[in-house]
């Protein structure tokens, strides 16, 4: 087992493989500068080609704040010199049902913004197809999103649909929705991520129908409602 911030563990680990998906790590402050070690680590084991799971709309100046390190990071990867293919997802759509309260709302300040909310499953089986053949991917972005671009107040009534609850969107102003956020004590740069990504959603950086899954797996890409029905 090796740590994304172990650069000479990663090495080793990474040794004598060829292709290699690399999945964003987990949300801290940190997360470039172990994304950065792990490229690193991928230069010195010389690897052909590197897969990276990254998120839609990333830009040194996206709205959603984590997007901006998946900007770094794609940057990083092209400045090192490997190959790579870019898998940028849409919000998840497994996700949705989580985002409801205890009393059945979703809140954010995303107004009547849109997402082409994507199944993990669709992402997988996307990440599949390169890995196969990553040559045929090299230097490319792909866009992985659901079939539909759907509001919150949408998507609340395919939630409900699918769990029998009575779920509804509210949309919050900036002001309630840090309020809202702040009984759970998390650090500032991480209430900004979960506020940014209603915000995002209000300025249309999710609104991003691609059909990059149907060409990646042959198939359709599975709506809200068929990806909650498992």
């Given at each position: 087992?090796?740590?994304?911030?172990?650069?000479?563990?990663?090495?080793?680990?990474?040794?004598?493989?060829?292709?290699?998906?690399?999945?964003?790590?987990?949300?801290?402050?940190?997360?470039?500068?172990?994304?950065?070690?792990?490229?690193?680590?991928?230069?010195?084991?010389?690897?052909?080609?590197?897969?990276?799971?990254?998120?839609?709309?990333?830009?040194?100046?996206?709205?959603?704040?984590?997007?901006?390190?998946?900007?770094?990071?794609?940057?990083?990867?092209?400045?090192?010199?490997?190959?790579?293919?870019?898998?940028?997802?849409?919000?998840?759509?497994?996700?949705?049902?989580?985002?409801?309260?205890?009393?059945?709302?979703?809140?954010?300040?995303?107004?009547?913004?849109?997402?082409?909310?994507?199944?993990?499953?669709?992402?997988?089986?996307?990440?599949?197809?390169?890995?196969?053949?990553?040559?045929?991917?090299?230097?490319?972005t792909y866009d992985l999103s659901?079939?539909?671009?759907?509001?919150?107040?949408?998507?609340?009534?395919?939630?409900?649909?699918?769990?029998?609850?009575?779920?509804?969107?509210?949309?919050?102003?900036?002001?309630?929705?840090?309020?809202?956020?702040?009984?759970?004590?998390?650090?500032?740069?991480?209430?900004?991520?979960?506020?940014?990504?209603?915000?995002?959603?209000?300025?249309?950086q999710m609104d991003v129908v691609?059909?990059a899954v149907a060409n990646l797996?042959?198939?359709?890409?599975?709506?809200?409602?068929?990806?909650?029905?498992?």
């Amino acid at each position: 087992m090796a740590a994304y911030y172990d650069r000479d563990a990663m090495r080793k680990a990474l040794t004598g493989a060829a292709t290699v998906l690399m999945v964003s790590g987990a949300e801290t402050p940190e997360r470039v500068a172990q994304h950065k070690t792990f490229i690193d680590a991928a230069v010195d084991a010389q690897i052909e080609h590197l897969v990276y799971t990254s998120f839609v709309s990333a830009a040194p100046d996206a709205v959603f704040t984590l997007a901006r390190d998946h900007w770094a990071t794609e940057e990083y990867i092209k400045a090192s010199g490997i190959p790579y293919t870019f898998l940028r997802d849409n919000l998840y759509a497994d996700f949705l049902p989580l985002l409801v309260g205890e009393d059945g709302v979703i809140r954010g300040p995303a107004g009547d913004g849109r997402a082409a909310v994507v199944s993990q499953d669709d992402v997988a089986d996307s990440a599949v197809a390169v890995l196969r053949e990553p040559g045929a991917h090299s230097g490319r972005t792909y866009d992985l999103s659901g079939p539909e671009a759907l509001t919150f107040t949408e998507m609340a009534a395919v939630v409900a649909r699918a769990t029998g609850r009575d779920v509804r969107f509210h949309n919050e102003s900036l002001e309630e929705a840090y309020e809202s956020r702040a009984s759970y004590g998390a650090p500032s740069w991480q209430v900004d991520a979960w506020v940014s990504t209603y915000t995002a959603v209000a300025a249309g950086q999710m609104d991003v129908v691609d059909q990059a899954v149907a060409n990646l797996t042959g198939r359709p890409a599975m709506t809200l409602a068929e990806t909650l029905r498992g």
